[in-house]
Each structure stands twice: as structure tokens, then as C-alpha cells.
Nanobody, 117 residues
Framework: QVQVVESGGGLVQPGGSLTLSCAPF????????VGWFRHRPGNARELVAK???????EYAEDVKGRFTFSRDNTKNTLFLQMNNLKSEDSADYYC???????????WGQGTQVTVSS
């Protein structure tokens, strides 16, 4: 059994920064970590950043230049460095991952980010 846990969320003022982490626990080699998504109130869950098949990183348009997606392959862990945060970045942030034994997308439990003065 594997769990994926996001951490690093919290309350931050506009213009501030946060770094989110997403790590698997259990059989960490049995999952493929895909990327970061977020769920803003009243909206569907949306892509924030993920690797592309050609080795690049795809970012949502409104986070380009402010957010940086990275991974530590030795620990199968994802990071999301978020700078110059805006109120519209307030959301629950989730890691998407895939398990080696089924084709369905899976999600961590999420970490809440609130940007407010």
C-alpha cells in the first residue's frame, strides 16, 4: 500500500512564497509522480505544473514565471516553489500520481494554500 502526502501549505500574504512537497510513503517505487494540480473554490481541479513527455515542464499560464516545479528522483518526491503569490492562488493543491498496478489517476489528500492579507 502506498500513500502520497502533500505538505507545505499555509497562510501567506500576497507577494509571499511557499514551497510545497509531495512524497510517497510505503512502496515508493510503485508510483509515478505526475505533477501538481489545484482546486480553487467554485472551479474544477486544474493543472498547475507537470512534466511533459518530451522532457519539458508544462505550467498553467497564470503561474508561469512565479512557480517552479521540480522533483527529487532519488526520493520520488515533487516540489512546487511558489513565489509572488496572489489571492487567486488560494486553493487546495494536490499531487497526481499513478500506481504501477492500475491505469487510473490517483491523488494525495491535498494541502491548503491561502493567500490573504
Amino acid at each position: 500500500q502506498v500513500q502520497v502526502v502533500e505538505s507545505g501549505g499555509g497562510l501567506v500574504q500576497p507577494g509571499g512564497s511557499l514551497t510545497l512537497s509531495c512524497a510517497p510513503f510505503g512502496s515508493i517505487t510503485s508510483v509515478k509522480m505526475v505533477g501538481w494540480f489545484r482546486h480553487r473554490p467554485g472551479n474544477a481541479r486544474e493543472l498547475v505544473a507537470k512534466d511533459t513527455s518530451d522532457g519539458n515542464i508544462e505550467y498553467a499560464e497564470d503561474v508561469k514565471g512565479r512557480f517552479t516545479f521540480s522533483r527529487d528522483n532519488t526520493k520520488n518526491t515533487l516540489f512546487l516553489q511558489m513565489n509572488n503569490l496572489k489571492s487567486e492562488d488560494s486553493a487546495d493543491y494536490y499531487c497526481k500520481f499513478q500506481k504501477s498496478d492500475d491505469p487510473w489517476p490517483h491523488w494525495g489528500q491535498g494541502t491548503q494554500v491561502t493567500v490573504s492579507s
